[in-house]
């Protein structure tokens, strides 16, 4: 059992490049989320997904698509790189939605620089 | 508009000391409540959730609905609690959204 796992852990852009991190979770959960975390400013939530073929916007969603096509991936599309998604990248999963259960997983995180 | 609020970025105790981190929050009505900590070069975890009442590393957390508070606290701090601690509440209903606060990096001194 991995947990959430995340690819790659580091990664250097130039401005206007694109890429995907990559977020799996081995755990059947319904629920994942990309955050990023910037010194000051804690987590904010970008995306998150309810389940397959669910996914809805969370307080930083600019720049940045997601997918959800099965219950194990979701990733995290940025179609053309700025200075200001220069962060670090975490993906979080949960089984539950009712809050008597619930506790987010955490990947590793991916440190992102853009130039 | 619901916020959670951390007003120290900072907080540096000596080992023994008591330690307390403070977390307000705004939101309308009685969203559930979790502390989450990121210790260095670890991942982020759930430390405690209101709800369990429980007490984790010595931890305890206590809902004060009128302050409308979730304060963090640990009677005797030692040095592997240095981390940085989020406060993050969930409002519940059809919106399932967890989030944190800005965060409080606490240095527990030898």
């Known amino acids: 059992n991995a947990g959430v796992t995340q690819t790659p852990k580091f990664q250097v852009l130039k401005t206007g490049q694109s890429m995907t991190l990559q977020c799996a979770q081995d755990?059947?959960?319904?629920?994942m989320s990309w955050y990023r975390q910037d010194p000051g400013m804690g987590l904010r939530l970008i995306h998150y997904s309810v389940g397959a073929g669910i996914t809805d916007q969370g307080e930083v969603p600019n720049g940045y698509n997601v997918s959800r096509s099965t219950t194990e991936d979701f990733p995290l599309r940025l179609l053309s790189a700025a200075p200001s998604q220069t962060s670090v990248y975490f993906c979080?999963?949960?089984?539950?939605?009712?809050?008597?259960?619930?506790?987010?997983?955490f990947g590793p995180g991916t440190r992102l620089t853009v130039t | 508009a619901q916020r959670v609020t951390q007003p120290e970025k900072l907080l540096s105790v000596f080992k023994g000391a008591p330690v307390e981190l403070k977390c307000n929050y705004s939101?309308?009505?009685?969203?559930?409540l979790f502390w989450y900590v990121q210790y260095s070069r670890q991942r982020l975890q759930l430390l405690l959730r209101h709800i369990s009442r429980e007490s984790i590393k010595g931890f305890t957390a206590d809902l004060n609905k009128g302050e409308t508070s979730f304060h963090l606290k640990k009677p005797f701090a030692q040095e592997e609690d240095s981390a940085m601690y989020y406060c993050?509440?969930?409002?519940?209903?059809?919106?399932?959204?967890?989030?944190f606060g800005k965060g409080t990096l606490l240095t527990v001194n030898p």
């Open positions: 993050a509440p969930l409002r519940g209903g059809s919106n399932y959204k967890l989030t």
């Open positions: 939101y309308s009505g009685s969203p559930e």
């Open positions: 755990m059947n959960h319904e629920y």
């Open positions: 979080a999963s949960s089984y539950s939605l009712s809050s008597l259960g619930y506790e987010q997983y």
